[in-house]
């Protein structure tokens, strides 16, 4: 479990979402073998929060990238036919569309959601390399979600002017904040 997954589940849950961590989506063969990658381990979803009043699910990938140049425009933006890189989810269609068919029925099987639940796509970002909003407008125009290192930031500060709770990313943000 990545640890900026956990502040960013905390920074959910403060925003009214049920979250899980490291959700894998139990692909058939069948489904690995029509996105062309039929010996592919299940995909793991970093993060998912639910918002029962919007009937919304948002399945987060988390990158940190705190000691790299950061989350690059260029590949994010890419498209591939087989699931390719560090950005599977958005660069390709066919395992995106798979990956949450079988996402929305693993968890309407569980009881977890409905079939009306809306999924969306979105990242959290804690480092960017070159503009944010290119990234952001880019994500927008896709209909997903973007945490930019900015928002993130605005939220870890939010976070600390909320009541103590014995959670380290609020114990954190609450000494960084001081």
């Given at each position: 479990?990545?640890?900026?997954?956990?502040?960013?589940?905390?920074?959910?849950?403060?925003?009214?979402?049920?979250?899980r961590q490291s959700?894998?989506?139990?692909?058939?063969?069948?489904?690995?073998?029509?996105?062309?990658?039929?010996?592919?381990?299940?995909p793991e979803i970093?993060?998912?929060?639910?918002?029962?009043?919007?009937?919304?699910?948002?399945?987060?990938?988390?990158?940190?990238?705190?000691?790299?140049?950061?989350?690059?425009?260029?590949?994010?933006?890419?498209?591939?036919?087989?699931?390719?890189?560090?950005?599977?989810?958005?660069?390709?269609?066919?395992?995106?569309?798979?990956?949450?068919?079988?996402?929305?029925?693993?968890?309407?099987?569980?009881?977890?959601?409905?079939?009306?639940?809306?999924?969306?796509?979105?990242?959290?970002?804690?480092?960017?390399?070159?503009?944010?909003?290119?990234i952001r407008n880019?994500?927008?125009?896709?209909?997903?979600?973007?945490?930019?290192?900015?928002?993130?930031?605005?939220?870890?500060?939010?976070?600390?002017?909320?009541?103590?709770?014995?959670?380290?990313?609020?114990?954190?943000?609450?000494?960084?904040?001081?």
């Open positions: 479990m990545d640890q900026f997954e956990t502040v960013i589940s905390t920074l959910m849950e403060k925003e009214n979402y049920w979250v959700f894998k989506v139990c692909l058939t063969k069948e489904e690995k073998t029509q996105i062309g990658k039929p010996n592919m381990p299940r970093d993060v998912l929060g639910l918002d029962f009043a919007r009937n919304e699910l948002l399945v987060m990938e988390v990158k940190s990238y705190l000691d790299s140049p950061g989350v690059r425009f260029n590949r994010l933006t890419e498209i591939h036919d087989t699931p390719t890189g560090k950005y599977k989810l958005f660069t390709c269609v066919r395992y995106r569309e798979i990956t949450f068919s079988r996402l929305r029925r693993n968890l309407v099987a569980a009881g977890m959601i409905n079939q009306d639940t809306k999924l969306i796509l979105g990242l959290a970002a804690g480092k960017v390399h070159g503009g944010e909003e290119k880019w994500m927008e125009s896709q209909g997903w979600l973007f945490w930019a290192p900015k928002d993130i930031k605005n939220k870890l500060s939010d976070l600390a002017k909320s009541d103590y709770e014995n959670n380290v990313s609020v114990i954190t943000a609450k000494i960084l904040n001081r």
